[in-house]
């Protein structure tokens, strides 16, 4: 099992910034990848970036520019700084890991997440 935890979010004036953390612990063996995903009143649960254990990463078109995600692999901790905030970066923030099964196939874990609120 895996537990995730996030933290890092809160309040911010539109430009401003955050930066999220999410803390992994527990049987981290065969990790695929950490990302970030977000999720606002009425909307779907939408990726935001996303790192690969070989340290590739991917990014939401709507954050490109604005938001780094990075990893220190000693700490198992991913991080998300976000810049230039919008108030439509609104939602919900949910850490999510992806790792190998010994026995093949795969298990994914959520975080319960972090709310990030962008006032105008």
């Known amino acids: 099992q895996v537990q995730l935890v996030e933290s890092g979010g809160g309040l911010v004036q539109a430009g401003g910034s955050l930066r999220l953390s999410c803390a992994a612990s527990?049987?981290?063996?065969?990790?695929?990848?950490i990302g970030w995903y977000r999720q606002a009143p009425g909307n779907q649960r939408e990726l935001v970036a996303v790192?690969?254990?070989?340290?590739?990463?991917n990014y939401a078109d709507n954050v490109k520019g604005r938001f780094t995600i990075s990893r220190d692999n000693a700490k198992n901790t991913v991080y998300l700084q976000m810049n230039s905030l919008k108030p439509e970066d609104t939602a919900v923030y949910h850490c999510?890991?992806?790792?190998?099964?010994?026995?093949?196939?795969?298990?994914?874990?959520w975080g319960q997440g972090t709310q990030v609120t962008v006032s105008s």
């Open positions: 999510n890991l992806i790792a190998r099964r010994l026995v093949g196939g795969r298990n994914e874990y």
């Open positions: 527990g049987s981290t063996f065969g990790i695929i990848s």
């Open positions: 790192i690969t254990n070989d340290g590739r990463s």
